[in-house]
């Protein structure tokens, strides 16, 4: 059965210690930490002939889990950027619930540094600002507002990771975004290494993007849109985070992905709340425009999920118009992205629930690593920024996993 309890903030953290890659759901967000253990059911991946909603057969699932005696049950997992393809989604044997995770100032762990490792960069640094540019060139032809292009450092590491060793990385420099762990079926799609033959495979990263949480009739979503890469520099830093809060460029593509947001989300609320204006956010490696969006429910009975669909590809990852900025999305980038820049968290038999937007995110299995970011395209965008923006972004999950960005940088570009 499910187990729910409450330590303390010392106990809390030592959930990382309980996780067992492949078997292991892992969510930590401000409000409260879920890990799960095994897999009591999963949702089934929908024939041809299936008319029912993602949503629909999420419930239908909870519903069979509490007819047999499990009320209690949640399902976790993730969602991939295109919604035509199979979700993961399971309810687990068990759950733990713990408040959000705390550490002591000053003891930051420790990653060890690994200094032989092999990187692909896909597609090539040149190759990703011609894309930019084709983006610009359909943006100028009015056939779309704004595209989101990504790409990804494929590496090859000397052994496996160690999952609970990252997580608690990522959660003591991320304790106000979303750090998680999803385990996923083998796919060895792009490798033949052997090492990855009985392998777990793992999508694991820190968002700092929350897409919906639900608790009862009350929601809040906080898209994020408009970037700035960190600088080591106090002064220079504050002079970056000021230029982007002030950049007309960015503020616009902000905009864009806020008014899609509302929109998405109007239909469902007898109360929304948007700001007029956007407010700075940070990470370690980034600046981010962001818009705090609360609202009430008309209807306490529509679930997290979806409200999360509803939104779902929000510009923030996809662009707009969407089904357009999808296509050329699938018509440049020359990977599948998979989970990336979908949805990851869980929703009980209530609807209640968190999600957050999958970005800052990698997928490892075996001693193979694929690590992904992206950079929103509008009017006035420049293909070697874009290509920094990205780079900045890696930088969540290399510093996570103990790997030397400038040497990564080094290795992509050969």
Known sequence: MLHYDA???????????????????????????LLTHGEYSRLPVPSGTEHRSLPERVCELLEFAKQAGRPDAVVVGAIPFDIQKPASLFIPL???????????????????RISSYKVLSVPKPTAFMEGVNR???????????????????????????????????LAYHHSHGYTFAVPLAPELSHTTSPDAVASTRTLFGASPE??????????????????????????EDQRRAAALLSSAKDRYEHAIVIDAVASALQPYCSKLEVPAEPSLVQTKAMWHL??????????????????????????????????????????????????????????????DGEWAVTIRCAETEGTL?????????????????????TSAKFRTILAAMGLNEQQTTMLEEE
Not at 7 to 33: D, H, I
Not at 212 to 232: D, F, H, V
Not at 320 to 343: H, K, V, W
Not at 369 to 389: D, N
Request: aromatic content about 6%; some cysteine; charged content about 20%.
């Open 7 to 33: 330590p303390t903030a010392a106990e809390a953290a030592q959930l990382m210690e309980q996780y067992q890659a492949g078997s292991s759901f892992f969510f930590s967000s401000p409000r409260k930490t």
């Open 210 to 235: 929350l897409l919906i949480t639900k608790q009862g009739s009350r929601i809040k979503g906080n898209p994020l849109a408009g970037s700035a890469a960190r600088s080591a520099d106090p002064v």
């Open 369 to 389: 690593l694929r690590v992904f970011a992206g950079a929103g395209i509008v009017t006035g965008s420049i293909a070697e920024a874009e290509l920094a923006e």
């Open 290 to 351: 962001s818009t705090e969006i609360n609202g009430v429910l008309m209807d306490e009975a529509v679930t997290s999920l979806e409200l999360a669909l509803a939104m779902h590809p929000t510009p923030a990852i996809c662009g707009t118009p969407t089904d357009a900025a999808r296509d050329a999305i699938q018509e440049i980038e020359p990977f599948d992205r998979g989970f990336y820049s979908g949805a990851v968290g869980w929703s009980d038999a209530n609807g």
């Open 94 to 112: 068990s759950a733990k619930w713990h408040d959000s995770l705390q550490f002591s100032e000053g003891k930051a762990p420790e990653m060890p």
């Open 135 to 169: 983006l610009l060139d359909l943006i100028n032809q009015k056939k779309l507002h704004k595209a989101v292009i990504s790409r990804t450092l494929d590496i090859t590491l000397p052994h496996a990771l160690s999952i609970p060793r990252i997580l608690t990385h």
